[in-house]
């Protein structure tokens, strides 16, 4: 089955500094990938999409990259702000239209 | 709108116990899932519906079941609880309408111990 993993449980990063978080994925036949934001104690929180038409997409502080070829997912965000500490997954579709999610990597922002 | 609720919020469950966790969506999606998140790790499909009356078993459904009578309704029913099923459940609620991909949108929650 589909495997999505991430290469680091947590990122500790300062206040202002860019993070970048890392996912790779081993399904050739994922389409659509999504970066989701999990605060405690809530669900995760829709962030940023891309499709596997594109390499490069970007929101407000936000930017996700997809490296077909190596079969990888990143989501970096501009100017870390407290606010941004939560654990964040990535999932990847399929043609069945079913979400398969990573592990999760914690980011924690130092004031 | 409410977007996706999940009632109860917390709840503990003794062994073999029963108990049906409710989800409720007022997007008018046609899609709607149950996912599972043990501590520390990512969402694992239990049960999806793409339409009222269409029940579909996911990745990890053994011990649960579900019925979809309405589009706005999904619960998830726990026959006989078991402490492997001690885990937080996400509900989420999609519309392939909207795009042609699924966004999926995320209730807060329900927390299940069984002791």
């Known amino acids: 089955g589909e495997n999505v993993g991430l290469h680091l449980p947590t990122l500790s990063v300062q206040e202002g500094d860019n993070s970048i978080i890392n996912c790779a994925y081993s399904?050739?036949?994922?389409?659509?990938f999504i970066w989701y934001k999990q605060e405690s104690g809530k669900g995760p929180q829709f962030i940023i999409d891309?499709?596997?038409?594109?390499d490069k997409r970007q929101g407000q502080r936000v930017t996700v990259l997809l490296n077909k070829t190596v079969k990888h997912l990143s989501l970096q965000i501009a100017a870390t702000q407290p606010g941004d500490s939560a654990v964040y997954f990535c999932?990847?579709?399929?043609?069945?239209?079913?979400?398969?999610f990573g592990g999760g990597t914690r980011l924690m922002v130092k004031p | 709108n409410a977007g996706v609720t999940q009632t109860p919020k917390f709840r503990i469950l003794k062994i073999g116990q029963s108990m049906t966790l409710q989800c409720t969506q007022d997007?008018?999606?046609?899609?709607m899932y149950w996912y599972r998140q043990d501590p520390g790790m990512g969402l694992k499909l239990i049960y999806y519906?793409?339409?009222?009356?269409?029940?579909d078993k996911g990745e990890v459904p053994n011990g649960y079941n579900v019925s979809r009578s309405t589009t706005e309704d999904f619960p998830l029913r726990l026959e006989l609880a078991a402490p492997s099923q001690t885990s937080v459940y996400f509900c989420?609620?999609?519309?392939?309408?909207?795009?042609?991909?699924?966004?999926?949108?995320f209730g807060p929650g329900t927390r299940l111990t069984v002791l």
């Open positions: 519906s793409v339409g009222a009356g269409i029940t």
């Open positions: 399904n050739s036949a994922s389409d659509y």
């Open positions: 999932a990847t579709q399929d043609a069945g239209n079913m979400l398969t």
């Open positions: 891309i499709r596997s038409n594109m």
């Open positions: 989420a609620s999609g519309s392939l309408l909207a795009s042609s991909y699924n966004e999926q949108f």
């Open positions: 997007m008018n999606h046609n899609y």
